[in-house]
């Protein structure tokens, strides 16, 4: 197995994360299969989806990884695959993590958010708090679970499944500030070779809204033709303003209250 490379610096425990160059997916699945196995995760049937090859549809409570398969027109007639292997993007402003009432979700000290499923009572309230719906709750007891960013081989000093399984280096894992740099640098190498790439959710100036993702991508199209929102926000972000609203409509109110008991007074 694959070890971390140590901190180039005096860090005991650096922000890690992933980085995923849709241009190398090559749909094989390795990754999910990996993921599967090491979690030890239950299967979710094999059904026909009629979506391509997406035997699997969407991430859930049993599944952690997901490739998704979107066809689009080469411009010659044919077509085109957009492949990438999708997983939870241990967001920096995570809504599933404000959203828990029982402190199960915390976010661990590689910087990656992780549900306790002892903890976990179930309300389901980190579910729509998720802009991209990542997070799900299993049918037999209503717990949620979702990628956990390998903790228990990152604690072995050892990178997460899924990447050490691709076949393609599509899933590059390492130290978020690094992988930034990376990704920086493969997308103007393919930008001069005449390719659209863009990164999304690479840090916070790209996605306001959930603060910069720890599991970013590299795009040759639309988010949303790899099903990833275009302007993701947790539900909390605009909490503040909406505060400040409601106490001035009080204040307002108790001022016209006050107004009316003294004009009732002065007759």
Not at 28 to 55: I, R
Not at 88 to 116: D, F, M, N
Not at 193 to 205: I, N, V
Not at 235 to 264: D, Y
């Amino acid at each position: 197995m694959k070890r971390l490379d140590p901190p180039s610096d005096a860090t005991p425990n650096r922000t890690v994360g992933f980085f995923t160059d849709t241009t190398l997916c090559i749909g094989c699945k390795a990754c999910e299969v990996a993921c599967k196995q090491w979690n030890q995760l239950p299967d979710d049937g094999f059904h026909l989806t009629g979506m391509s090859y997406d035997n699997t549809a969407a991430l859930g409570a049993s599944t952690w990884r997901h490739v998704t398969f979107a066809e689009r027109p080469d411009g010659q007639g044919g077509i085109a695959w957009r492949m990438m292997s999708d997983v939870c993007k241990h967001c920096e402003r995570a809504g599933c993590l404000e959203a828990c009432p029982t402190g199960a979700i915390l976010r661990t000290e590689h910087g990656s958010i992780y549900v306790q499923p002892d903890v976990c009572n179930g309300c389901g309230y980190c579910v729509p708090a998720c802009p991209f719906g990542v997070i799900a709750r299993r049918d037999d007891d209503g717990r949620a679970f979702k990628c956990t960013l390998c903790y228990d081989r990152l604690q072995g000093g050892l990178e997460p499944a899924c990447a050490k399984a691709c076949p393609t280096d599509s899933i590059q894992f390492g130290p978020l500030d690094e992988l930034r740099e990376r990704a920086a640098d493969r997308q103007a190498a393919l930008r001069a070779r005449g390719l659209p790439a863009r990164l999304y959710g690479a840090s916070a100036a790209d996605q306001p809204g959930t603060g910069g993702l720890h599991a970013f991508f590299l795009l040759t199209d639309s988010s949303e033709v790899y099903n990833l929102p275009p302007a993701p926000k947790v539900p909390t972000i605009g909490a503040g303003r909406s505060w400040l609203a409601a106490a001035a409509g009080a204040a307002g109110l108790l001022a016209l209250a006050a107004v009316s008991m003294l004009m009732e007074r002065a007759r």
